[in-house]
């Protein structure tokens, strides 16, 4: 059973920075598919970010793209989402989540693909 934890979350106004965190344990981290995730109030989760099990492929939504960059140290069990240049728009809880599927060969987008999940972390951006 893979365990996730987000750290970093917190308040910032707008045009800041922020890195969130996920640490895994209980799985071997390299081979999962990492990916974050949002969920503002009112709104279903959508994605935001993921990244393939070696690292060299990544994907990011329209609305974060130029803005976050997703990374991950396989050493230290961790996928990283920095995110700068905050917009109000940005306010939401943020969830980390690992795709175990070895055959994945595309980067997956969709909830529905990622097996385990973390509790989230609150980002809130103020304008």
């Known amino acids: 059973q893979v365990q996730l934890v987000e750290s970093g979350g917190g308040s910032v106004q707008a045009g800041g920075s922020l890195r969130l965190s996920c640490a895994a344990s209980?799985?071997?981290?390299?081979?999962?598919?990492m990916g974050w995730f949002r969920q503002a109030p009112g709104k279903e989760r959508e994605f935001v970010a993921v990244?393939?099990?070696?690292?060299?492929?990544?994907n990011y939504a329209d609305s974060v793209k130029g803005r976050f960059t997703i990374s991950r140290d396989n050493a230290k069990n961790t996928v990283y989402l920095q995110m700068n240049s905050l917009k109000p728009e940005d306010t939401a809880v943020y969830f980390c989540a690992a795709d175990h599927n070895p055959f994945r060969s595309a980067t997956p987008t969709r909830a529905l693909y990622y097996d385990y999940w973390g509790q989230g972390t609150q980002v809130t951006v103020s304008s």
């Open positions: 209980g799985g071997t981290f390299s081979s999962y598919t």
């Open positions: 990244i393939m099990r070696s690292g060299g492929s990544t």
